[in-house]
């Protein structure tokens, strides 16, 4: 609101006698003259301040439990696409959940089809995110994790929208001709939402006709003429826990997939669809889960990639442990998302 002042002036000034009366009257009216103008400096700056525009940086609408919850899931669909898929299957077991704690923050549960428990922390007004994970029987307490992000990057977003990548930039040097077998080379990947340096070593089996880059730095390359296995430094070479293994076999990819999945459901539940890898093109994709007929899940589980290859296929399995899931198993993805066949 303007402030409107009013001055009045002195309109009677006294007259003294002598020189010295005179000159005290032009000292009045020059202290007069100053303090006026003082006055409407004052007065102009506060009209030039309540002119502008109130700040509203802090009027962003509060994020609902309908927006967290969407947006969590856009957030997870990006950093994993097998999981909306999954969501809608009743094969699995994965579901999301939201709600509101005491501390008026938002929590969203993911319950992944691991049996993890991944919780998201909400606030509101900021939309700053934190994390959290259970996994019971093995972590049964919530611990926070080095996960954290803003949701307001993934509302009113379509899965795979916002930014995430999927593996492009690791398939886009996938089946490089001008790379040489050991060749090696630096790129980026989506881990946990976030990006991650890695680094590269390009591999080439003629025999297997096949060409894939893997994590030297977390990978030991065992390469045959008829298999290429990539095993965790972390492992008994032996008896490894995490690897992925490439074989080849002269039945179709029907035939396969029918004998593979006759097995893996003897121990797990599984849920089988097809997938389009970025280089290698259509598959099938077996992915297993809990354990068969409802018991406990298993404490290692497998993701099976059966591609039709020359007169047979190629058969793929990824192999890793419940609480590494999240990381060499996506870490396998990206893998499979580099495959080319030549």
């Known amino acids: 609101m303007k402030k409107r002042i009013i001055l009045i002036g002195c309109s009677v000034l006294l007259v003294l006698a002598g020189c010295g009366a005179e000159s005290k009257k032009e000292s009045a009216e020059q202290k007069e003259a100053a303090s006026a103008a003082e006055i409407m400096q004052a007065v102009t700056e506060e009209e030039t301040v309540s002119s502008e525009p109130a700040d509203d940086s802090s009027s962003e609408a509060e994020i609902t439990q309908e927006q967290a919850l969407e947006a969590i899931k856009n957030y997870c669909y990006e950093s994993n696409p097998e999981l909306e898929s999954m969501a809608d299957s009743e094969d699995v077991t994965v579901y999301f959940d939201v709600s509101t704690n005491e501390a008026n923050e938002i929590v969203v549960l993911y319950r992944s089809y691991t049996g993890a428990q991944i919780r998201y922390y909400i606030d509101p007004v900021s939309g700053e995110v934190y994390v959290t994970e259970l996994v019971p029987g093995i972590i049964d ?150 354990g068969a007929n409802g018991a406990a899940a298993p404490e290692k589980l497998q993701t099976v990639y059966i591609i039709p290859a020359k007169d047979g296929s190629l058969v793929a399995v990824a192999h890793y442990t419940i609480e590494s899931a999240e990381g060499f198993g996506h870490r396998f993805d990206y893998m499979m998302n580099t495959l080319l066949i030549i």
């Open 141 to 290: 307490e919530e611990q926070k994790t080095d996960e954290t992000f803003n949701i307001r990057d993934y509302l009113n977003k379509t899965a795979g929208s916002a930014g995430v990548s999927t593996g492009a930039s690791a398939a886009e040097t996938a089946g490089d001709t001008s790379r040489k077998d050991g060749e090696r080379f630096e790129d980026v990947i989506m881990l946990e939402g976030m990006e991650e340096p890695v680094n590269y070593e390009h591999a080439v089996n003629n025999d297997l006709g096949i060409e894939i880059d893997f994590e030297y730095d977390s990978l030991a390359r065992k390469s045959d003429s008829d298999k290429e296995r990539f095993i965790s430094i972390y492992d008994d070479t032996d008896k490894p826990d995490n690897y992925l293994e490439v074989t080849y076999r002269p039945e179709n990819s029907d035939a396969v997939t029918a004998s593979v999945s006759d097995e893996l459901s003897k121990e797990y539940e599984i849920i089988t669809d097809q997938c389009q890898l970025d280089k290698a093109g259509s598959c099938t994709e077996i992915v297993t889960s809990g």
